[in-house]
């Protein structure tokens, strides 16, 4: 007579690979998201930097209202940063302080704040200052862009400017 087991306990080896390999996939897929959180929430940081810095450079052509336009306007990259003639403090020229702000702003060796080292935090590539529209009086409308990362043709913000 054949003995049959009606109730039987416990699992099977097959069932235990299955959930694990279950088990596995999804936690291969909640690292990958952790991963692309990660990424994202540094891009976010350093657009957020940037945008600070376009600002930053915003209020200084602001705060230098006797500089012309084309003080202001110019390209900058990381391989061409010169320092200014004068470090301005007090006694400059509307042009030299303004020469000095671009400086200080993507160049700059400030070992304090935002903008401190902001070439390395951040592997700025370029600083560029244009004139939109009426470049020849004070109604000026400026374009200031900032290229960063690796890839600086994909990371970049752009203000209008009005000194």
Known sequence: MLHQRLNTAGFTLIEVVITLFI??????????????????????AQRSQTAWLVSEVAERIRANPDASVSDYTATLTTTACLKPDKQCNTDCTPAQMAAY??????????????????????????????CKKNCTNSAAHLAVSIHWGKDPNQQQITMEVRP
């Open 101 to 130: 702000d671009l400086w200080d702003i993507f160049c700059g060796i400030d070992t304090q704040g935002v903008v401190a080292k902001a070439v390395d935090s951040l592997t700025l590539s370029e600083l560029s200052i244009h």
């Open 23 to 44: 088990m596995t996939v999804g936690l291969l897929g909640l690292a990958g998201l952790q991963a692309q959180a990660i990424k994202a929430s540094l891009d976010t």
